[in-house]
């Protein structure tokens, strides 16, 4: 089946891709590995977005991390561990009683702490900007039609927990409209201040909405007898829940790998189980997306930059993280530089998006 | 399909003529690709050449014979110094112990004396807990990676402890430890610890009148054991691997701008052309 002209990258390709991204950034503190990262992100998503309002959950998700990282830095400076190092400045500090070890307040703060705290920081704004870039890549509508039927037992949170973000981004643009028309302020601290609750109220709103109106559509599936919908609903919740706690375990480096793989190939199973046991009703889909060689591509794309940092952790785990002691330039490892630069090829294998903006305010209106 | 926007959107997004979505490669973007290749390319090279992947030389402890080792005081001493010994404990059978006489000044910190300690010995400077939480994860370099790994229920880490009339265990980490005059800093790598005070303490005396030997006429400052021949400094890095390394973080740096001022011109060109 070849790949119609207008038909957009599949969105589990996009999913994939910038999760393959946000793997290889959960496993380096190197803020020059981050930084690449970052840039291969942010190039992919302006060349390759759509123009659809979700198309700026990535510039929301660079602002959130921002605050990510002055949150952790002002912590670490004013709370954090007393790291022994080069002293930038002394704060004046607070004795606190014995029972009270390891929480500090105030204290000599060194380059040590400062730039420790700073590449944490980042880590988390790349991750999270990986997470913006697939929602302003893929659209999170077209995404849950990929959901298999089996999952839409829970499908009321997995709605919600996909197209909450997109919902956040649109409800701002319409907060702050409504605000710019009734002549109210729509920046600095006083126009954030009366754009947060309406804004994560409505985007809640809407994605259970959403979520509504598709079980009152029934998700596409046949009835089925209530007792065997309960057994495969708590089989798929259970196994999800096993599959979410054995990915962190497989994925934070710190824990015992095997447990993490015995929690995933359990969790995996159940899931397969709740998914095979699930009435499958006969489901016409509109315009259906299909997986081609360009989904492949992007794939291993974005798994090339996973392998890149894994193979320089394993051959040279230093050049992985910022050196502390003492402090020095970060390395610049040729595998993980290469392996991340290849996660740009997708700003050239993905068809462009069609065009959606005009077309929806048309709509609208 | 009626109900709720979206999909209705997406619909009408697959409508839209072929004309409009005909790809265009701008100037820009090929300037962008062709960089990228070129910069692939010169990684790839860089990889080739030897000494980039820096292999941690293996630092092994030699062990002592020497029985109660101990330090030798310096003989002049400028006022406000006063004198801490250092004992660090490699552990094991056969772990040497060294003893060394640092000269602090009031108010230095018990990391600051330990990082006197490995720059008389010549030491690495001791490497900490990459996290920023101030656990000291090595000693002259051991062990060669890992910091208080757990094995079990059992942790490989580096035990601190405070001498006195008896090795005491430290409550704080060395960051927040203040030393003042006649006080020991105990260091014992614990490879089967239980990180709690049941872990043995280090194997000297834990007094600092045991320890401190006052100075005859041309002593040098410390006296560690007299066996341990160290390996003139386990640092791995030649001079080429260093030279490699700063080719490769100023190739990845440029990289790193060249992609993030395409990734912003681009995203600037769009949002005049929405506007």
């Not at chain 1, 910022?322 to 996660?343: E, S």
Request: aromatic share 6%; proline share 7%; net charge positive.
């Amino acid at each position: 089946m070849l790949r119609t002209r207008l038909q957009p990258l599949h969105p589990i390709a996009w999913w994939c891709w910038a999760g393959a991204l946000a793997v290889a950034a959960g496993r380096t503190t190197n803020p020059l590995l981050l930084g690449l990262i970052l840039a291969v992100v942010a190039w992919v998503v302006t060349t390759r977005r759509s123009d659809g309002p979700w198309g700026r959950s990535f510039g929301a998700l660079m602002r959130l991390g921002l605050v990510v990282v002055v949150i952790r830095v002002v912590v670490q400076v004013l709370f954090g561990d007393r790291v022994p190092g080069a002293t930038w400045f002394t704060l004046p500090s607070i004795p606190l009683p014995s029972w009270a070890a390891g929480v500090t307040i105030g204290g000599p703060v060194t380059a040590q702490a400062a730039i420790g705290a700073l590449c944490e920081g980042l880590q988390i704004a790349v991750i999270l900007a990986c997470f913006g870039a697939a929602n302003s890549l893929a659209s999170s509508f077209r995404l849950l039609r990929c959901v298999p039927a089996g999952l839409y037992e829970v499908a009321v949170a997995v709605s919600v927990a996909i197209s909450f973000t997109p919902q956040v981004v649109l409800s701002i643009e319409r907060v702050r409209d409504a605000r710019r028309l009734r002549g109210r302020a729509t920046s600095g601290l006083k126009g954030w201040r009366g754009l947060a609750v309406p804004v994560l109220d409505g985007a809640l709103e809407r994605s259970v909405a959403l979520a509504a109106s598709m079980d009152a559509r029934g998700f596409g599936r046949r009835s089925t007898s209530p007792r065997r919908r309960r057994v495969t609903a708590a089989a798929t919740l259970g196994g999800l829940v096993g599959l979410g706690i054995g990915l962190f375990g497989l994925l934070d480096s710190g824990s015992a790998t095997g447990i993490g793989l015995a929690v995933i190939l359990v969790g995996g199973a159940l899931v397969i189980g709740g998914l095979v046991s699930a009435p499958h009703g006969l489901r016409s889909r509109y315009r259906p997306d299909r997986w081609h060689v360009a989904e492949w591509l992007v794939v291993v794309a974005g798994l090339a930059a996973v392998a890149g940092v894994v193979a320089t952790g394993s051959n040279n785990p230093n050049a992985l993280s910022q050196p502390l002691y003492p402090l020095a330039l970060p390395a610049g490892p040729a595998i993980a530089l290469a392996g991340i630069l290849v996660a740009t090829l997708p700003s050239a294998i993905a068809p462009k998006p069609a065009p959606v903006r005009a077309k929806l305010q048309e709509a609208v209106a | 399909m009626t109900g709720h926007r979206p999909s209705s959107a997406q619909g009408l997004a697959a409508d839209t003529t072929p004309a409009v979505a005909t790809r265009r490669t701008g100037p820009l973007m090929r300037t962008v690709a062709v960089t990228a290749v070129a910069a692939v390319a010169t990684a790839v090279v860089a990889a080739m050449t030897p000494g980039t992947i820096d292999r941690a030389a293996a630092s092994t402890a030699r062990q002592s014979q020497d029985p109660s080792p101990t330090c030798t005081v310096p003989s002049h001493l400028a006022s406000g110094q006063s004198v801490v010994a250092v004992v660090a404990d490699f552990g094991g059978a056969n772990g040497k112990i060294i003893v060394t006489c640092v000269v602090t000044r009031p108010g230095d910190s018990g990391a600051q004396v330990l990082a006197e300690q490995a720059a008389l010995l010549g030491y690495p400077a001791p490497r900490y807990d990459e996290s920023g939480s101030g656990l000291l994860c090595a000693i002259d370099g051991y062990p060669t990676s890992g910091c208080g790994t757990q094995l079990g229920d059992h942790y490989a880490y580096w035990a601190y402890w405070h001498g006195g009339k008896r090795w005491q265990y430290a409550s704080g980490g060395a960051g927040e430890w203040k030393v003042s005059t006649g006080d020991v800093e105990g260091w014992r790598f614990e490879s089967d610890g239980s990180a709690t005070p049941a872990d043995p303490p280090p194997r000297v005396p834990s007094s600092s009148a045991a320890l401190e030997m006052p100075a005859k006429a041309a002593q040098t400052t410390t006296s560690s054991p007299p066996s341990t021949g160290q390996p003139a400094g386990p640092t791995g890095h030649s001079g080429n691997g260093r030279g490699t390394n700063l080719t490769l973080f100023i190739v990845g740096t440029a990289l790193v701008v060249l992609i993030g001022i395409a990734a912003l011109l681009r995203a600037r060109r769009a949002s005049d052309r929405v506007a």
